[in-house]
């Protein structure tokens, strides 16, 4: 599925530091240049407004931990984060109620099946099994501080706006069509609160939810966020200390095995970094101690993945010696 074309520059990239500026925003245009004419791939449309979505579309940045900004193509394109909202709010709960108490009450392991399984809730006796799913997501949101639906959004909103480094908005359109279309996870929610898996009730938790998926980014947002982690948990621009180092670890772990769905033993085989996707077409991947990427595009494949975005973040993850397991530049480059 992805591509083993970028032996050339890989060899002038290694495990450590960053090449320099104007080779990183080189390899940041020529992934763009490179992918922007795939077709491949098709548009969300289970939730009506993201059927809208314009499948020609297509951003990228990549932020380094420094702060050093590249973007290209449609990277100011606004679109909501949907699914990778998860991570974000994964590392708040951590963050907040600590690594022991999230693990036990959410889990780490990946289900093995699509996103908004309601099979594998039953299968594993109510267990989410991990919070990149919908099933885990919906109870990590119900972990969020606050003593009512309201505090607890609050909560939510200014912390992903704390890692954008922006203050976030809600899509409020794209909020409407969700929530008139989610009954799959208010099922969800009241299946997990049977197994008595919820500590508020269950569809409180569900908007809460919904809202934080429709808050609208761009790709320099989701790359900011991501050099965030990467960081450690510092904003690479403000300085600002938004999650604990730990933190950050673990959720670069539960990333690494559970971020692409079903597709992410292929995904940390084949690129070797932690990474997030949404339906909407947004991608993030993190590489840790240097930086991430934030890719959109609409297109997505079966999974639910950007095609597109897959294919820049591979090349980028080769061309500029991203991979976590590899060990030197040769290794980077296959």
């Known amino acids: 599925m992805f591509e083993s074309d970028a032996s050339t520059v890989a060899q002038q990239a290694n495990t450590g530091a960053l090449p320099p500026a104007s080779e990183v925003s080189a390899l940041v245009r020529e992934a763009h240049s490179r992918y922007a004419s795939h077709s491949e791939g098709k548009v969300a449309d289970y939730i009506p407004i993201l059927a809208r979505a314009q499948a020609e579309h297509f951003g990228i940045s990549l932020i380094e931990a420094t702060g050093a900004t590249y973007s290209v193509g449609d990277w100011q394109q606004s679109f909501s984060i949907q699914s990778i909202s998860k991570a974000f709010v994964f590392a708040l709960v951590c963050d907040a109620i600590g690594h022991e108490a999230v693990h036990r009450r959410i889990g780490v392991n990946n289900t093995g099946l699509p996103f908004n399984s309601v099979i594998a809730v039953e299968l594993n006796r109510g267990s989410p099994m991990n919070p990149m799913v919908n099933a885990g997501a919906i109870a990590t949101t119900a ?45 969800i929610a009241e299946l997990l609160d049977s197994y008595e898996r919820l500590p508020v009730d269950p569809l409180d938790a569900v908007d809460v939810y919904t809202r934080q998926c429709a808050l609208a980014v761009t790709s320099q947002d989701l790359a900011m966020m991501g050099a965030t982690l990467a960081d450690g948990g510092v904003h690479p621009i403000s300085g600002e200390r938004i999650v604990s180092a730990e933190v950050a670890r673990d959720t670069l772990t539960v990333l690494a095995s559970c971020g692409l769905y079903e597709r992410s033993g292929e995904w940390l085989f084949e690129i070797g970094l932690p990474a997030k996707s949404g339906v909407s077409g947004g991608i993030v991947a993190i590489a840790p101690g240097k930086g991430a990427i934030g890719a959109y595009s609409p297109p997505l494949d079966p999974a639910g993945n950007s095609v597109r975005g897959q294919r820049a973040c591979a090349y980028l993850s080769r061309a500029l010696g991203l991979n976590l397991f590899a060990s030197n530049a040769q290794q980077q480059a296959r």
């Open 143 to 187: 972990l969020i501080p606050g003593d009512s639906p309201s505090a607890q959004w609050d909560y939510i909103h200014n912390g992903l706006s704390r890692f954008a480094g922006r203050e976030l908005r809600v899509d409020e359109l794209v909020y409407e069509s969700e929530i008139s279309t989610n009954q799959r996870n208010r099922s």
